[in-house]
């Protein structure tokens, strides 16, 4: 992999252009940061808009090809796909550096975008159910790789400062992805809308490379100032640090990655029942309501309301909490953050398990995940050698992330077909895994700090130079 910037940008105020200040209304932003961050919160947009342009394909494609029911086993299935994937990554890491790492990835995965065209333009039999599955693997390893880029492009301490404007771009990208199909697929087409992302993937490594180059200059013109940073690598990581580790050896041996992959399975976990809990009151109400084919339109009237609420929560958390949270508190106690609000939320469930209680409660959790928890958990990177960015990246943000999946499916299964559970049982059950929860993100918290500390710096402590 290629060198992290090793040099921070410029701290004199003279250096810092209308976009540094202007960005810095929201964040700490010194001299040259703001070009590149904001081209990483596009290019993560971009992203994510493509990955919502094929939601709606992917839903038309399996409920005509495969039926609703595939859709339970797809978590599984997708595990066993990526613990085959993920290997083959990690050997693209090792003999790859950076630049050609993701100029490779992306190209893969525009050349399967052209391939599904095609074949959904024959009508191939069972394609539905193939590219179920490849749109959930897209989806993790696509966004995981770019975290892991943003991570190895900046240090701890710009990281901590920047990453909320680039998860911002991230929550932009899912609503505009959302409406760009609504406009275009009546026009265009369900397989047409395969080209669209694949056009927007292009356009998203195009911002990659300028992100690099932008973050080059900053960090050389900083060098020119100050000199080389002491306490940050001088040589090219891959020399250094490019073990030729496969990505699940990594995570085995590294207590902190353990850590950090218990605290997804479990984030996933809870929140994968809690949408469980939510469509069960949902249908409940709506068979109570209305009658006929009236209860479709019902619940998808709920839900646009419901997302709409947690988008917008979101995007505030986003925007206004999540840049001071975490520069006056640190990534340490924004961790507690979610895990507290879920407890909250799932016992006033268990304890009022009505529709109002469920909605808001996972309003809550939703758009503090989507947001001040997103940034956090990609911090948790922030400190760890490109290697482990990459490839360690890779297993915990896919294949535990479908662990998660997997065991929420367990749980619903015995829950519903041996224990014949009421649902307020179910979010006691969530409960209990979010004191769990708790636990781990405290610990992981502590060596968050302590690896942090191992650099020569201490995390959360305000920057010297304001916005």
């Not at 342009?53 to 595990?79: D, M």
């Not at 490109?386 to 896919?398: F, G, I, S």
Request: a neutral charge.
């Amino acid at each position: 992999m290629a060198d992290s910037n090793a040099a921070g940008p410029s701290q004199d105020p003279a250096s810092r252009s209308w976009l540094d200040r202007g960005l810095g209304l929201l964040t700490v932003v010194r001299g040259g940061e703001g070009a590149s961050a904001l081209l990483l919160a596009f290019n993560v947009c971009l992203l994510l808009c493509a990955y919502y342009v094929l939601k709606p394909v992917r839903e038309a494609l399996i409920l005509s090809g495969g039926g609703a029911e595939i859709k339970s086993y797809a978590a599984v299935g997708q595990v066993l796909l990526l613990a085959l994937i993920v290997p083959g990554y990690s050997w693209l890491v090792n003999h790859f550096d950076r630049a050609k790492l993701i100029r490779t990835v992306t190209f893969i995965f525009v050349g399967c975008l052209v391939a599904f065209y095609f074949a959904a333009k024959a009508q191939m039999p069972g394609l539905g159910i193939v590219f179920f599955l490849w749109v959930g693997i897209f989806n993790l390893m696509v966004v995981a790789q770019f975290w892991a880029f943003a991570s190895d492009l900046y240090s701890r301490e710009q990281g901590e400062r920047l990453f909320p404007i680039v998860a911002f771009g991230a929550s932009s990208g899912a609503v505009a992805g959302s409406q760009l199909t609504s406009l275009l697929v009546g026009p265009l087409g369900v397989p047409q809308m395969l080209l669209v992302s694949g056009a927007l993937l292009l356009c998203a490594l195009l911002l990659t490379l300028a992100s690099e180059y932008f973050s080059a200059r900053a960090a050389k013109s900083a060098e020119a100032q100050e000199g080389p940073s002491s306490d940050e690598q001088q040589v090219p990581k891959d020399e250094e640090t490019n073990s030729g580790a496969g990505a699940f050896q990594l995570v085995i041996q590294s207590p902190y990655l353990r850590l950090i992959g218990v605290l997804m399975l479990l984030t996933n976990l809870v929140n994968t029942t809690g949408e469980f809990l939510l469509g069960s009151f949902v249908a409940e109400q709506a068979a109570r309501v209305v009658s006929g084919d009236q209860v479709k339109v019902w619940i998808g009237q709920f839900y646009s309301n419901f997302y709409f609420w947690v988008n917008l929560l979101g995007a505030f958390i986003q925007l206004v909490i999540a840049p001071r949270f975490i520069r006056h508190l640190g990534v340490r106690v924004a961790l507690l953050v979610l895990p507290a609000v879920a407890l909250f939320g799932y016992l006033a469930v268990a304890f009022l398990p009505v529709l109002w209680t469920v909605r808001w409660a996972k309003t809550g959790e939703n758009a503090f995940d989507y947001s001040l928890n997103n940034t956090v958990r990609n911090a948790l990177f922030l400190p760890l050698t490109a290697e482990e960015k990459y490839k360690a990246k890779q297993v915990v943000d896919t294949i535990f992330v479908r662990a998660g999946d997997v065991f929420s499916a367990g749980l619903v299964f015995v829950g519903l077909r041996w224990l014949h559970a009421p649902l307020s049982l179910f979010a006691a059950v969530n409960a209990a895994l979010v004191v769990v929860w708790l636990f781990v993100a405290f610990r992981l918290g502590k060596a968050y700090v302590e690896r942090a500390k191992s650099d020569g710096d201490e995390p959360g402590k305000e920057p010297a130079t304001a916005g």
